[in-house]
């Protein structure tokens, strides 16, 4: 019973407006964004895990450039890493404290378990402000490669948190 309070409170904090304090970005803010995943057997036999991590700045009170940096290791069988860097512009609409956006981005993929190769792609997602500075993140991203051949891209998908500042 007790959990089911807990979870209850926090969604309602989650979803009910917050009042006393302004949310969003605005020209000149910069934002850090962390999130990640993982996933093993239960004898930790098979195993893989990745991050993302973001910095972004508001050129406008809308529009963000970031740059993304993701990183995975998977040891199923053999050990193996992979990583893509990429720049991104993302349009943010101003909804109060959810905040959705669309962008495009290019970067580069690299590493053991993968072709390196340029990609390019289109995102969407949202960020909803849990305070003036702290924010949750939802993003799925949809990435081809730009480099020709077999080309059935691939999507990333990202749960984090991320922070505001100026």
Same mark, same amino acid.
């Given at each position: 019973?007790l959990?089911?309070?807990?979870? &209850? &409170? $926090?969604?309602?904090?989650?979803i009910?407006?917050?009042s006393?304090?302004?949310?969003?970005? !605005?020209?000149?803010?910069?934002?850090?964004?962390?999130? *990640?995943t993982?996933? &093993?057997?239960?004898?930790?036999?098979?195993?893989?895990? @990745?991050?993302?991590?973001?910095? #972004?700045?508001?050129?406008?009170?809308?529009?963000?450039?970031?740059?993304?940096?993701?990183?995975?290791?998977?040891?199923? $069988? /053999? @050990?193996?890493?992979s =990583?893509?860097?990429?720049?991104? %512009? /993302?349009y943010?609409f101003?909804? *109060?404290?959810?905040w959705?956006?669309?962008g &495009?981005?290019?970067?580069?993929?690299?590493g053991?378990?993968? /072709?390196?190769?340029?990609v390019? *792609?289109?995102?969407g $997602?949202a960020?909803?402000?849990?305070?003036?500075?702290?924010?949750? %993140? $939802?993003? =799925?991203?949809?990435?081809?490669?730009?480099? *020709? #051949?077999?080309?059935? #891209?691939?999507?990333?998908? !990202? %749960?984090?948190? #991320?922070?505001?500042?100026?």
């Open positions: 019973m959990t089911r309070v807990v979870v &209850a &409170a $926090g969604i309602l904090c989650l009910l407006p917050a006393g304090f302004a949310q969003g970005f !605005s020209q000149g803010d910069k934002t850090f964004e962390l999130s *990640g993982g996933t &093993a057997e239960n004898d930790f036999d098979n195993s893989a895990f @990745s991050f993302q991590g973001a910095l #972004g700045y508001f050129f406008t009170d809308n529009i963000e450039g970031l740059v993304r940096q993701d990183l995975a290791f998977a040891n199923v $069988g /053999d @050990s193996s890493w =990583a893509a860097t990429r720049v991104a %512009l /993302d943010n101003d909804m *109060g404290r959810v959705p956006f669309v &495009a981005g290019l970067g580069y993929i690299y053991d378990d993968v /072709d390196d190769s340029w390019g *792609g289109i995102q $997602g960020r909803v402000f849990v305070n003036q500075t702290t924010y949750v %993140l $939802g993003m =799925a991203e949809y990435e081809f490669l730009l480099d *020709g #051949g077999d080309n059935d #891209g691939r999507w990333v998908f !990202s %749960l984090g948190i #991320g922070f505001r500042w100026q």
